[in-house]
Nanobody, 115 residues
């Protein structure tokens, strides 16, 4: 049974930081592309960071320089360090594991950036 469990969300003031963690089980983690997506109310789900099995990372311009994705293949975890958070970063953040046409989602964790 595949499980992706996110943690680390919460309420933070603008300019603050949060670190999200996703623990995966039931998959051969090291071969999967791992990614973080987010979805704000009334918006489409969007990619915020991805990391290949090789460690190569990719970010959209909206988070580049503020967010950092990392993976630990020994612990089957992927993290997202989010710095200089803005109110527009408020969303539910989802972890995704992708291998070819096979993809799995976590249940999501809420991140709210507000003063």
């Amino acid at each position: 049974q595949v499980q992706l469990v996110e943690s680390g969300g919460g309420l933070v003031q603008p300019g603050g930081s949060l670190r999200l963690t996703c623990v995966a089980s039931g998959i051969r983690f090291r071969v999967y592309v791992m990614a973080w997506y987010r979805q704000a109310p009334g918006q489409q789900r969007e990619l915020v960071a991805s990391i290949l099995s090789s460690g190569t990372t990719n970010y959209p311009d909206s988070v580049k320089g503020r967010f950092t994705i990392a993976r630990d293949n020994n612990r089957n975890t992927v993290s997202l360090q989010m710095n200089s958070l803005k109110p527009e970063d408020t969303a539910v953040y989802y972890c995704k594991a992708l291998y070819g046409a096979t993809g799995y989602w976590g249940q999501g964790t809420q991140v709210t950036v507000s003063s």
